[in-house]
């Protein structure tokens, strides 16, 4: 399995992120599996927002909900993180990740770097 994160590199204070990842090798809709995003803001510890499952159903860390929402394409195998009204605080190497609520991380992509600032 292999997951490739894309999105900008850059985004200004107040708007909104959007990542989406491309899973190849495995299917986002098979192996009741789930499909996380996890970030590491620069001096921190990696940081779980949320997953979406192979129902589609998500799960969503409880002191981002009210900013995060994640979704999917199935025709494209993809999912796709938004995080409203980031802060330069959102600053991070943001990852997709296979795994979740109930299963070990076990494929990375490689991670990309978003950097809040005006």
């Known amino acids: 399995v292999q997951l490739q994160e894309s999105g900008p590199g850059l985004v200004k204070p107040s708007q909104t992120l959007s990542l989406t990842c491309t899973v190849s090798?495995?299917?986002?809709?098979?192996?009741?599996?789930?499909w996380s995003w996890i970030r590491q803001p620069p001096g921190k510890g990696l940081e779980w927002m949320g997953a979406?499952?192979?129902?589609?159903?998500?799960y969503l860390k409880s002191s981002l909900k009210s900013r995060t929402s994640i979704s999917r394409d199935t025709s494209k195998n993809q999912f796709t993180l938004q995080l409203n009204s980031v802060t330069p605080e959102d600053t991070a190497v943001y990852y997709c990740?296979?795994?979740?609520?109930?299963?070990?991380?076990?494929?990375w992509g490689q991670g990309t770097q978003v950097t809040v600032s005006s």
């Open positions: 090798g495995g299917s986002i809709t098979g192996g009741y599996h789930e």
């Open positions: 990740v296979k795994g979740g609520t109930w299963a070990v991380f076990d494929y």
């Open positions: 979406i499952a192979y129902s589609g159903r998500t």
